[in-house]
């Protein structure tokens, strides 16, 4: 069985060993135009051309949870697309959220701020009732964002697409109850797929329905947010700050206006990073079950784009 490997940014010179050693009944190799056809492709943001060339695959393997960038291509029907499915990212999507929650509730920014003045001052204790916090999207990563962030007992609202029960979570569900979990929300988590359906959700209209004093933690894609309509609602004081992981345009351009904003904490796109040794053992573990006719974890409908 051939396996050909290629990312646009990750580093092949440690994958391919990985992979190969994870498969030995596999060649491994780094696909480069021309290359031999394989039967699996497993990659990160491929070029067209791969897709146009390999011809005779019987899987494509996407190294991440987001297959938005490889849906972009036009992909042949028949050859079915698996991600990633948690292989150690909800772990850690569940620190970065509980640790982006806690710091903005006790208010950490504000006493750093004081103690690097050399300021000893108190504020007074807020209740967590008044924090509820908001998940948008409960799959493999939001459902254990949202049960982690419960664990502190905040209230927590979950959004989806179809109805789920979570012990500790009010889920709402659809287009239809989407206004009454933001204004049931006043920090907002983003953890959706990026598909035409939720692309610039996150807009004036809807920021404006969460509570006031809302937060927003953007962990999922930067089009899910319209930059300037966050601006405007922090401006306005209706939104008291923002946490961003992620952004439109990766690195964040120089001069964008989320660099200095004083109510914005900016991250590199590391809130959940892919781990290569976990990657690779999921990834090996699909290829073999696929061999084997069996049903695999994470796959994409193209159709509904997640
Ligand atoms: N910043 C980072 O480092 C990082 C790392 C990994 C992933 N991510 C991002 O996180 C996203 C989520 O990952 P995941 O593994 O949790 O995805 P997932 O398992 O596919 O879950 C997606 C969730 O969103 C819901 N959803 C999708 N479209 C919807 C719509 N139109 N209306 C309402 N709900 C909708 C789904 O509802 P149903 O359950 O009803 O289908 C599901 O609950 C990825 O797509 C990726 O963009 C970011």
Same mark, same amino acid.
């Given at each position: 069985?051939?396996?050909? =490997?290629?990312?646009?940014?990750? %580093? ?19 696909? +480069? ?5 394989? %039967? ?13 060339? +390999?011809?005779?695959?019987? /899987?494509?393997?996407? #190294?991440? /949870?987001?297959v %938005?960038?490889?849906l ?9 697309v698996?991600?990633? %499915? ?11 959220? $509980? ?17 690097? +003045? ?52 009010? $889920?709402?569900?659809? !287009?239809? @109850? ?11 988590? $983003? ?19 969460? @509570?006031?004093?809302? =937060? ?6 930067? /089009?899910?947010?319209?930059?300037? !309509? ?11 700050? /923002? #946490?961003? !992981? ?13 660099? +200095?904003?004083?109510?914005? #904490?900016? #991250? ?31 796959r994409v409908d193209p159709i509904r784009g997640y």
């Amino acid at each position: 069985m051939r396996v050909v =490997y290629f990312s646009a940014d990750q %580093d092949h010179a440690a994958w391919i060993p990985g992979l190969q050693a994870a498969m030995p009944w596999a060649d491994v190799q780094l696909w +480069q135009p021309g290359s031999a056809l394989a %039967d699996y492709a497993v990659v990160w943001k491929p070029p067209q051309r791969l897709i146009d060339e +390999q011809t005779a695959l019987r /899987a494509l393997l996407n #190294t991440g /949870a987001g297959v %938005d960038a490889l849906l972009q291509l036009r992909l042949p029907s028949t050859v079915p697309v698996v991600r990633l %499915d948690d292989a150690g990212m909800s772990v850690q999507m569940a620190e970065y959220v $509980c640790h982006a929650v806690i710091r903005h509730f006790r208010e950490f920014d504000g006493y750093e701020a004081d103690m690097a +003045q050399g300021r000893w001052s108190y504020r007074k204790p807020r209740s967590r009732v008044d924090f509820p916090v908001g998940v948008l999207g409960l799959g493999v990563l939001g459902e254990r964002v949202a049960r982690a962030v419960a664990q502190f007992d905040f209230p927590v609202n979950g959004w989806s697409r179809s109805q789920k029960s979570i012990a500790g979570v009010q $889920c709402f569900k659809g !287009d239809g @109850q989407l206004d009454a979990f933001l204004s049931a929300s006043r920090v907002l988590v $983003c953890l959706l797929p990026l598909t035409p359906d939720t692309e610039n959700l996150l807009n004036t209209e809807r920021l404006a329905r969460l @509570q006031p004093q809302g =937060y927003v933690i953007n962990v999922a894609r930067g /089009a899910h947010l319209v930059d300037a !309509d966050l601006l405007q609602a922090l401006d306005s004081g209706h939104l008291a700050g /923002a #946490t961003l !992981d992620v952004f439109r345009v990766e690195p964040l351009p120089a001069r964008h206006a989320f660099w +200095q904003h004083p109510k914005i #904490t900016l #991250t590199p796109h590391t809130s959940a990073r892919t781990l290569r040794s976990e990657s690779i053992a999921q990834i090996a573990g699909k290829i073999a079950a696929l061999e084997r006719g069996e049903p695999v974890a994470g796959r994409v409908d193209p159709i509904r784009g997640y």
